[in-house]
């Protein structure tokens, strides 16, 4: 962990004994099983599971965006979710950023990025400006921050989305397989520039997906799924130093760590083709 990390006092997670099944017309259907983590704040935490296992479920529960069935989630000792409703209000603690975007397509990058604060009043027009103005700067987006969203590509919006969600300080940011659509190439690119903007604004991250090798090279810690209903099969932390960049790809370090990952995803991933689930990608 870098210095600026370990100053970190806030952004911890704990999600205790977490069960949710969903009931909209009496058919049940178990998504989450009693899920336990403990997330350090100032981590990278993966989250890994075969498709519809239940992680877009423990994301939203931990935004807060539904409740739990049971169980609770807290963030600094602070409860966020629990059976009754989510108890903390929906802040700016924690951001989340989605698979498929959200940036208004009728303001420019540079707009979207610094609307949040001017909104809420927590900066000026002016303050907002500038401090979206040096984000921007740091995913390498100044150049374009005049564009709008349907000028620019996926990947640049996702960029985008990531600093507009980074300018409003959030103790955790929540990412549900932002990159999932990509190509690899695309992808890994995406990947040098999240750890660059977290190495210049460390947050907790907890960071949902089902690609193994993404969660090997971002994350501090990657905890598998089950099929669902997902539990936490087992927790494997990532025994490899940053900065991280594309030639730890090459490595055989990173690939003897994607490998310990793989055996144990793989019979969850098996279990899930046999159930029918989406094949992974
Ligand atoms: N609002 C809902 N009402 C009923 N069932 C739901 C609801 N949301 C999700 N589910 C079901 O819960 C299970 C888990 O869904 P979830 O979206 O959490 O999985 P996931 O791991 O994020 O899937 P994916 O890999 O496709 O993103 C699925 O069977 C899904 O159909
Ligand atoms: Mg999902």
Redesign the pocket.
């Known amino acids: 962990m870098n210095a600026a990390q370990q100053k970190l006092q806030q952004g911890a997670l704990s999600i205790q004994d977490v069960s949710?099944i969903?009931?909209?017309d009496g058919t049940a259907?178990?998504?989450?099983s009693h899920c336990s983590l403990e997330i350090a704040a100032g981590e990278i935490y993966m989250v890994l599971?075969?498709?519809?296992?239940?992680?877009?479920?423990?994301?939203?529960a931990v935004a807060g965006f539904?409740p739990v069935s049971s169980g609770r989630i807290l963030l600094d000792g602070e409860v966020l979710c629990n059976d009754k409703t989510p108890q903390a209000q929906q802040n700016s603690d924690r951001m989340v950023v989605f698979?498929n975007g959200a940036l208004f397509p009728w303001k420019t990058l540079l707009d979207n990025v610094s609307y949040g604060p001017i909104v809420q009043k927590r900066l000026s027009p002016k303050e907002a400006r500038e401090k979206a103005e040096a984000l921007l700067r740091e995913a390498g987006l100044i150049d374009i921050s005049h564009k709008y969203p349907g000028e620019i590509s996926s990947g640049m919006a996702r960029r985008a989305e990531i600093v507009r969600a980074l300018i409003n300080e959030p103790k955790v940011l929540l990412l549900?397989?932002p990159y999932?659509a990509m190509d690899a190439l695309t992808k890994a690119i995406m990947h040098e520039n999240l750890l660059k903007m977290y190495e210049l604004n460390p947050v907790t991250i907890f960071f949902?997906t089902?690609d193994l090798e993404e969660a090997v090279f971002l994350g501090h810690k990657v905890a598998i799924?089950t099929t669902?209903?997902?539990t936490v099969k087992e927790v494997i932390p990532i025994d490899l130093p940053y900065p991280r960049d594309h030639r730890v790809l090459s490595s055989e370090p990173f690939r003897l760590q994607v490998q310990r990952v793989k055996a144990s995803v793989r019979s969850e991933a098996e279990k899930a083709f046999a159930a029918g689930?989406?094949e992974l990608a």
């Open positions: 949710k969903y009931d909209p259907v178990e998504a989450l599971g075969p498709s519809g296992c239940g992680k877009t479920t423990l994301l939203n539904h698979q549900d397989e999932r949902i089902h799924m669902r209903p997902a689930e989406k």
